[in-house]
């Protein structure tokens, strides 16, 4: 489907200050729902009189007090919605919700409006989409592959712009695979960011409401309403959302070595890869190659022992009363749990626990990790003969994410050379969603790809992070503490975001300092005509992360007060006049990294 209004949360936006109105916007999602006629897609439609009625009780319209101001969603039918069933895709499991989900209480608070509930794969156990007993949902992009699941409605729904952003579920990958098959973003948030009360359980201690959007900054705009702690949900953490001023020029971006990558033969899905690494580098990224192999043994591990009983014991009563109302595989899956012990539950995070060690240090080395979103795409017809080891298989850069407590966002990187979407995952520690929306928001730009199956283009100028400034100390930094240098990492644990690259006031002298490790520059204040413009970088800090640096920076070294070039001051790093003794003059290549340059070269 293409044409007409976009659906992208700022377009929709314009469209209300032009004087479009609710009611047209309403009008427009039952008339795409009639277009598509895809009967999988939705499970419950909410009534136009009560879309209208809910967008009445809003009030005039202000995206300041109410950010989702008129902005349709749609709501897997595993997450409750005042009012409406809740199916989890199993016809006799079905109950009325009293009340909504608290991520659909907060959603609703910031004025968006529930157009539905969506399929899935029941009881959330799946990735392909079909695992259904309602119609199947068709891809939005190649009717032959599969939707992906288990958010197979939500995600078609998005990609259709029936709706702005749908609401999945996230344990094994629910919230990229259907993300990457239908050409959207889908935001897989830290464990506990988004509350999961009023969501029916699949692994409890790993689920994730996950965010499936159009556009990156509208995947991150909705996280930044529903992160919100939840005294009600065990689980949830403060994660707030972040914004990053802007990325560092230079990020270290962790991918699976050359002999690790999975496609099982798929080598159009390689190209497509290869070909974001190549993104990435164009960006000014570092490609750096890790051993997967822990990572890979990690994701075996959800389907074994402990996770498999955990996904049992959600259901357990329902299961053990009305086993036959699952679906074929479904059953399968949940009753082989029933033969398992307590032993095999501690052994499964024993073995966890183990393999959380050995992958740690690799996490540790870079800024995040980039992998194919799926290594390969699987029709309805491949599901039919193997729909177990199909399903396993797209699993195998999403299974171990949550696992590892790590958060993600998938995102759009091109078309394959046969027409299919291709996409990857950022993967990040959890806490750093802010950082995959960033460079996934570079990516999707530099992709220049229509929106879902829409047709409809980017919008322009679409900031992919919201910036959050308050109380924030700019520190000038010049040598070691540059982006992919050796002591970057101390910023970065201290939480501190790059702002800008820019240039001293031309009244500094840059010195190569002697016996410093690692090697370390020295600002020097002169006159201004005997002066030189000196490359630097400005990170910023909340004031006791700053107090906490300062306090760490070693003699000779200090922290004053440096003139930009742009008129502007900041603190930052100068050296004191008795560590110039030995030091070298390096004014002349205009900055700390093309003086290391100068040497490797």
């Avoid at 995206?63 to 595993?78: E, Q, R, S, Y």
């Avoid at 899956?333 to 393999?355: T, V």
């Amino acid at each position: 489907m293409t044409g007409g209004q976009a659906f992208d949360i700022a377009s929709i936006h314009a469209a209300y200050l032009s004087g479009w109105t609710v009611t047209e916007m309403i009008g427009t999602i039952f008339e795409r729902i009639a277009a598509v006629d895809d009967p999988g897609i939705f499970l419950t439609l909410a009534d136009s009189s009560d879309l209208l009625d809910a967008a009445a009780a809003l009030g005039a319209f202000d995206p300041v007090a109410k950010p989702l101001w008129g902005i349709p969603f749609a709501v897997k039918d595993n997450i409750d919605v005042a009012r409406m069933p809740t199916t989890a895709a199993c016809p006799d499991y079905a109950y009325l919700a009293e009340g909504d989900a608290t991520v659909v209480r907060l959603l609703r608070e910031a004025g968006a409006l529930v157009v539905g509930k969506t399929n899935l794969d029941q009881f959330a156990t799946g990735l392909v989409g079909v695992r259904t007993p309602y119609p199947v949902p068709r891809n939005a992009i190649d009717q032959a592959l599969v939707p992906g699941g288990s958010s197979s409605g939500s995600a078609v729904a998005t990609a259709h712009g029936i709706v702005s952003f749908a609401l999945g579920t996230d344990t094994a990958g629910s919230g990229r695979i259907p993300a990457g098959l239908n050409n959207i973003v889908g935001l897989k948030p830290s464990i506990g960011a988004l509350s999961t009360t009023g969501v029916v359980p699949a692994c409890r201690t790993l689920d994730c409401v996950s965010i499936f959007a159009l556009t990156v900054a509208d995947a991150y705009r909705v996280f930044k309403v529903s992160a919100r702690p939840d005294e009600t949900d065990p689980y949830s953490r403060d994660i707030a959302s972040r914004g990053g001023l802007s990325l560092p020029p230079v990020l270290k971006v962790g991918v699976p070595a050359g002999a690790d990558r999975r496609f099982y033969g798929d080598v159009l899905m390689e190209s497509a890869y290869d070909e974001a690494l190549q993104m990435l580098r164009s960006l000014g990224h570092q490609i750096v190659e890790l051993p997967f192999a822990d990572f890979y043994a990690t994701a075996a591990l959800l389907y074994e022992g402990a996770w498999v009983a955990e996904r049992y014991a959600a259901v357990k009563d329902f299961f053990d009363a009305q086993e036959a109302s699952f679906h074929p595989v479904t059953r399968t899956i949940y009753g082989g749990a029933k033969a398992l012990s307590a032993a095999d539950a501690f052994e499964g995070h024993y073995a966890l626990q183990a393999l959380k060690r050995k992958v740690a240090p690799l996490v540790a080395t870079v800024d995040m990790i980039c992998v194919p979103t799926a290594p390969t795409h699987y029709t309805r017809a491949d599901l039919e003969s193997e729909p177990i080891r199909e399903n396993a298989r797209l699993g195998t850069y999403t299974n171990f994410v949550n696992l590892l407590d790590m958060c993600g966002m998938t995102v759009p990187t091109g078309r394959r050379s046969d027409g299919r979407p291709a996409s990857v995952t950022l993967l990040a520690p959890a806490g750093k969603d802010h950082l995959t929306a960033l460079l996934a928001g570079e990516l999707h730009r530099l992709s220049a790809l229509p929106l879902g199956a829409t047709g409809w283009p980017q919008p322009a100028n679409h900031p992919s992070a919201e910036t959050d400034e308050d109380e924030l100390i700019e520190l000038v930094v010049v040598g070691a503490h540059l982006s992919g240098m050796p002591l970057n990492g101390q910023l970065r644990d201290l939480g501190a975001r790059f702002s800008r690259r820019a240039l001293t006031a031309k009244c500094y002298r840059l010195y190569a300092l002697t016996g410093t490790e690692p090697a370390k520059p020295g600002l020097v204040r002169c006159q201004e005509s005997e002066g030189a413009l000196i490359e630097v970088e400005v990170w910023t800090l909340r004031a006791e992360a700053f107090g906490l640096f300062v306090a760490a920076v070693p003699s000779p070294l200090a922290i004053g007060t440096v003139q930009l070039a742009d008129g502007t001051a900041c603190k930052g790093f100068i050296v004191e006049p008795a560590g110039l003794a030995g030091a070298a003059d390096i004014s002349r290549h205009g900055g700390w990294r093309a003086y290391i340059a100068s040497l490797a070269a």
